[in-house]
């Protein structure tokens, strides 16, 4: 069955450090990764797509890899900042009519002060 | 842009009354929505897909007479808890997408079933 595996375990990092956060994934050949920014008590926010014949996209601080030979995206945050803190998700999104989207638990990353 | 809002963001009911929770895409036309639920530390569980002016696709497990969704507008799709009990206590989200992959999600409705 299809798998996607992020780090359970909360990501500390120091103010000004880059953050890189992990997306594995198992039995499933998407056609496009999502990364997703989510607080407490809040709906996900849309932060960057990268489609499977991408190696990189970048915004602003934000980078993200995708390496469909490893099955693995890495989601990087350059100068991190406390307002950073948060959780991040990725989702893996199907071709096709139904273009179905399967999310992954989420990594929490803490940037300390 | 591309905002969507949900409604109410809280409600408390009583088991065995019903719930409605509205979607909405303010400022652009949603083709297809899809309502999640997630438990505390848990990852979004797709229930159920909806395209305007046609019936919901439901995910396995998600009981469609329980769960009763309505997609009327490109604007507006609704998700109607019937019969609520306890276990039905979660956080329901909405999300939109127009024509391209990118889902854009609403702020969630907590509900908690007494």
């Known amino acids: 069955s299809q798998k996607i595996e992020q780090n359970s375990e909360a990501l500390n990092i120091q103010e000004g450090k880059t953050a890189t956060l992990t997306c594995n994934y198992t039995?499933?050949?998407?056609?496009?990764l999502q990364w997703y920014r989510q607080d407490p008590g809040r709906g996900p926010v849309f932060l960057l797509l990268i489609r499977e014949n991408e190696k990189e996209k970048r915004k602003e601080r934000l980078k993200v890899t995708f390496d469909t030979t490893l099955k693995q995206s890495l989601f990087h945050i350059t100068a991190s900042q406390p307002a950073d803190s948060a959780t991040y998700l990725c989702a893996l999104g199907s071709s096709g009519g139904y273009q179905k989207v399967t999310f992954g638990t989420g990594t929490k990353l803490q940037v300390i002060p | 842009g591309a905002v969507v809002s949900q409604h109410p963001s809280r409600v408390i009911c009583k088991s065995g009354t019903s719930v409605k929770i509205e979607c909405r895409s303010l400022?652009?036309?949603?083709?297809?929505m899809f309502w999640y639920r997630q438990f505390p530390k848990q990852s979004l569980m797709l229930m159920a897909t909806?395209?305007?002016?046609?019936?919901?696709?439901?995910e396995q497990g998600v009981e469609k007479d329980k769960f009763l969704i309505n997609h009327a507008s490109l604007t507006l799709s609704t998700l109607t808890v019937t019969s609520a009990h306890p276990e039905d206590s979660s956080f329901y989200i909405c999300?939109?997408?127009?024509?391209?992959?990118?889902?854009?999600f609403g702020p969630g409705t907590r509900l908690l079933v007494l």
């Open positions: 909806s395209n305007e002016g046609s019936k919901a696709t439901y």
């Open positions: 400022d652009f036309q949603a083709t297809t």
């Open positions: 999300s939109a997408r127009q024509l391209q992959e990118t889902q854009y």
């Open positions: 039995n499933y050949s998407p056609a496009y």
